[in-house]
């Protein structure tokens, strides 16, 4: 169950007229927290992002499930389940025994992980090799629309930033 203050972000994410994948990251960057605080572990980075994009579709957040080729039918399965439980308005969900026991076994499976899986060196790798099977025109496009939904200020921080690291990488 994600926290309240990742719900009101996302939020104010949508409100911002940033992407879906955006709101999503607020879910995802939950999660890394989560097992970065010893309160659960990941066998890998990969892991944690599916466990935040579910967290998220099932939070209402707009996430398109994968594309037939791309991921497994069971993937695609349980995106398209958690999306039609995050279109659901009723709060009042039925809990039984069995639902109880899935939640903890899953819990209990996820406490034996290891933290590794969100360390700076594996989020770092997951993102690099995510990107590059990305074709250049799909990447321009979204750092396009990034700085298009950063607003002024965010766009001059973001600036001052890129300037520090290039500063800093041309003297080593």
Do not use: C, W, Y
């Not at 097992?35 to 579709?57: D, M």
């Not at 250049?136 to 200020?153: D, L």
């Amino acid at each position: 169950m994600p926290e309240q203050k990742t719900l009101k972000r996302a939020a104010a994410d949508k409100r911002a007229g940033k992407a879906s994948s955006t709101q999503a990251g607020e879910f995802v960057k939950e999660q890394v927290d989560k097992v970065r605080a010893g309160q659960h572990g990941v066998r890998s980075a990969r892991q944690a992002i599916a466990i935040g994009l579910s967290e998220a579709r099932r939070a209402g957040v707009a996430v398109k499930s994968p594309k037939k080729g791309t991921a497994s039918a069971a993937t695609r399965k349980k995106a398209a389940t958690d999306n039609a439980a995050g279109q659901r308005k009723s709060t009042a969900k039925t809990s039984t025994e069995s639902t109880a026991k899935r939640s903890r076994a899953s819990t209990d499976a996820l406490k034996r992980e290891g933290s590794a899986g969100a360390s700076r060196a594996a989020l770092s790798k997951q993102t690099r090799s995510a990107a590059a099977k990305r074709p250049a025109a799909s990447r321009s496009a979204a750092a396009k629309k990034a700085a298009a939904t950063k607003g002024a200020a965010g766009r001059s921080a973001a600036a001052k930033k890129a300037a520090h690291t290039r500063a800093s990488r041309t003297h080593h």
